[in-house]
């Protein structure tokens, strides 16, 4: 067992478990216990809401009889019983009873043969003081269960949320206050054990161990100083005594390291002996551990607070007037400004955001973030929500690019995977936790309460991100922007590519044309990545709401159902990935998850329900965990001629444009689709989509492959001078 299991990595895995069980052992008590009461609860409840209505009701009816009107002659009752059980959805029928029971009016619901299926609450109509009949207010008892149902359903919900953002919060709270101050704390102390005394970077406040560590190496180093000072100072006066001392000075030199260990790092591995000498003067500095987890809490809470409104945003939309935007525009046109405020602002965000900083990045787009959500909730205005969806847009797309490019400062190529892996892990917790959690909320206090309770968890991100992040610009040459298309690195790999470009005298094409011609590419550009983004955000994002709100189901039931996205990405993707890795099966899985979208779509054509739209989600969300991460690998391996000339970076970077810009198209597509179609036809249409694009994806990297085959023949057949392209033109195979 190493040092760092031994003093912090076991105790803190104890802790963080002991923690959790801890948490797990008290929500799940309070759960059971809310679970049990939710009948009890609901019953009264209901009987209380009879009891006020029949009495708001029989108060009226009695004003009737007091001025003359027998209670057989009343007119209009069963429309009056209609409009009120129109507005109370959870009464099953209003009937009036004369004094002998016989029923003279009724709005009803119920069958006469059945009443045991019915909560019935009798009211006396009073005339002159004598009973001259009967208000009966009923309430199914099914509805009563399926109310106490979705009561249940809310608690497990509410039970798996706040557990995973219990994980997460615990998580942040132990790697800041005690496991990166243990690591820093080891590094420091292996290093003096092993004679490095070199300076490290200065610990954050309030690490008192390792500030008085660091102190003891500033002193040491000092003493070293000195000495050497008093060497140089004695070969002049005496050289005889400084030959002397002179084997003691190379002995210390050869076992301990002296010096500035952010200096000799920055010097490179040329210059770091003259600036620390030693055993020990190489490596990278153990004192700056990697704070990845930070951030992981930072790409949580700003996706929540984005995601709380998924489950009801176009619906929203929709019940706002909008004045001239009027049909397929006017519920999905928020929808869409959000996106295309993300797909506009992205290719720019990475390079603001190496510039500014990550923490002043971060902390600028949590601002706007705020401001934006801020105005949703407090206006409700169609014009100020679509403006104010578009804001929140650019705010959501600079802390993206400030997150990632963290993960890409702090992690080195042996620890990168693991860096990414926290990043999207957060946002695929705050995939399942936001929905279900906003649609509840959406039930209970409203739609704009919930935009407020948004900009309010985007203002705590920007308090927290200016607490743990550190000040000052970003590390140099981040992949991180290059990965995001942003234009500082794609000007400067395109123009390394301009200056390579010359071969044998003939100037090679531009990019953007040589990618025109990849026929691989367009293929996963065009029939992958943008249907992949297009089915997300039209299907999950804008149809979703509309469809199950449409058939009557709550905000917090769409939240449910929504949410099943998330759980499939979160459980499935690193399975799939796995098995892309081990058999080589990129391209077959993006067929396939496209594939498996399409059949997953389909069967709402005979008719909407709620159980065949949950089995879309279902498909969609397995699909694209087939599908995502095989898509990146795919785009480095058809594009290995073009990227040795202009770099990975600008071409993933064209990728991803393209996958939001079919993002921002898919609310207006669909939306336009339903007004025309239907909200369930447009959701068939959609799996047609998805299933003819998988197949000519298939076809086309088949026959590639198909011709790649023949030219590898031929060339092992004799005919090595065909032309130079079977294995350097841009139809390498995948």
Request: glycine letters at 10%.
């Amino acid at each position: 067992m190493t040092h760092e299991d031994r003093l912090y990595t076991r105790p803190v895995r104890r802790l963080f478990v002991f923690a959790l069980a801890l948490l797990l052992a008290v929500q799940l008590a309070l759960s059971l216990y809310a679970w049990s009461l939710s009948e009890r609860a609901l019953l009264p409840e209901f009987g209380r809401k009879a009891q006020t209505t029949g009495m708001a009701l029989s108060a009226q009816l009695a004003r009737a009889l007091e001025h003359g009107i027998p209670l057989q002659r009343l007119e209009g009752v069963p429309e009056f019983f209609g409009d009120v059980l129109k507005q109370n959805r959870d009464l099953a029928y209003l009937r009036i009873t004369d004094s002998t029971g016989a029923p003279l009016y009724g709005s009803t619901q119920a069958e006469s043969s059945t009443p045991e299926q019915f909560l019935d609450t009798a009211l006396p109509l009073l005339h002159q003081g004598r009973t001259v009949g009967h208000l009966h207010v009923g309430v199914d008892r099914s509805y009563i269960a399926g109310r106490v149902r979705e009561l249940r359903y809310d608690i497990g919900i509410v039970l798996i949320t706040s557990l995973l953002i219990a994980f997460e919060i615990l998580w942040f709270a132990v790697t800041l206050t005690f496991a990166a101050p243990m690591r820093q704390i080891l590094a420091l102390m292996t290093s003096m054990a092993a004679g490095d005394f070199r300076q490290r970077a200065a610990p954050a406040p309030g690490a008192t161990i390792a500030a008085r560590l660091h102190a003891l190496t500033a002193r040491i180093n000092h003493s070293f100083g000195e000495l050497l000072r008093s060497a140089a100072a004695l070969r002049e006066a005496s050289p005889q005594k400084a030959a002397v001392a002179e084997p003691l000075l190379q002995r210390l030199r050869q076992r301990y390291t002296f010096g500035d260990a952010q200096l000799h790092d920055a010097a490179g591995p040329d210059g770091g002996a003259a600036l620390a000498a030693g055993p020990h003067a190489g490596g990278i500095d153990p004192g700056r551990q990697p704070r990845i987890v930070l951030v992981r809490v930072l790409s949580f809470l700003f996706m929540f607070a984005e995601m709380l409104s998924r489950p009801f945003l176009p619906v929203y939309a929709a019940s706002l007037p909008s004045g001239a935007v009027a049909g397929a525009l006017h519920a999905s046109l928020p929808v869409t400004a959000f996106l295309l405020g993300v797909a506009l602002t992205m290719p720019f965000a990475g390079h603001w955001s190496d510039r500014l900083g990550r923490r002043t990045s971060y902390i600028a787009g949590a601002l706007v973030v705020t401001a934006g959500l801020a105005v949703t909730g407090l206006l409700p205005d169609y014009y100020a929500l679509v403006a104010a969806r578009a804001v929140t847009g650019v705010g959501y797309a600079i802390m993206f690019m400030a997150c990632q490019g963290y993960v890409f400062d702090h992690t080195d190529s042996s620890n990168r995977g693991k860096g990414m892996a926290l990043f999207v892990g957060a946002i695929m917790v705050a995939e399942i936790c936001a929905p279900a959690v906003g649609g509840i909320l959406a039930d209970r206090i409203g739609y704009r309460m919930v935009f407020l309770l948004g900009a309010a968890v985007a203002l705590l991100a920007a308090f927290i991100a200016a607490a743990v992040l550190s000040k000052g610009p970003a590390a140099a040459a981040l992949p991180a922007p290059a990965l995001a298309g942003t234009p500082r690195r794609a000007d400067a790999t395109q123009r390394s590519g301009a200056d390579n470009a010359t071969q044998g005298g003939t100037r090679r094409a531009p990019l953007l044309a040589r990618l025109a011609h990849n026929r691989r590419f367009l293929a996963l550009s065009l029939l992958s990545g943008v249907p992949a983004k297009f089915l997300y955000s039209g299907f999950l994002i804008f149809l979703v709401p509309v469809l199950l709100s449409g058939l009557g189901l709550s905000k917090s039931e769409i939240g449910r159902y929504t949410m099943l996205y998330g759980l499939s990405s979160l459980a499935l993707a690193p399975l799939f990935a796995h098995l892309a890795d081990r058999y080589n099966a990129y391209a077959p899985l993006v067929a396939a998850g496209g594939l498996l979208t399409g059949l997953g779509l389909l069967p709402v054509a005979s008719g909407a329900s709620a159980e065949l739209v949950m089995l879309g989600i279902g498909a969609l969300g397995v699909g694209q965990s087939m599908s995502i991460s095989a898509q990146l690998v795919l785009v480095a391996r058809v594009t290995r001629t073009e990227a040795r000339d202009a770099g990975t970076g600008p071409i993933v970077g064209l990728f991803r444009l393209l996958e939001r810009l079919g993002a921002a198209a898919g609310p207006v597509v669909t939306g336009a689709l339903a007004a025309r179609r239907g909200a369930a036809q447009a959701m068939a249409f959609l799996g047609v989509a998805a299933l003819v694009s998988s197949l000519l994806f298939a076809l086309v990297f088949a026959a590639a492959g198909l011709k790649d085959a023949r030219k590898r023949s031929s060339a092992t057949g004799g005919d090595a001078g065909h032309d130079g392209r079977s294995t350097n033109g841009p139809e390498t195979a995948a």
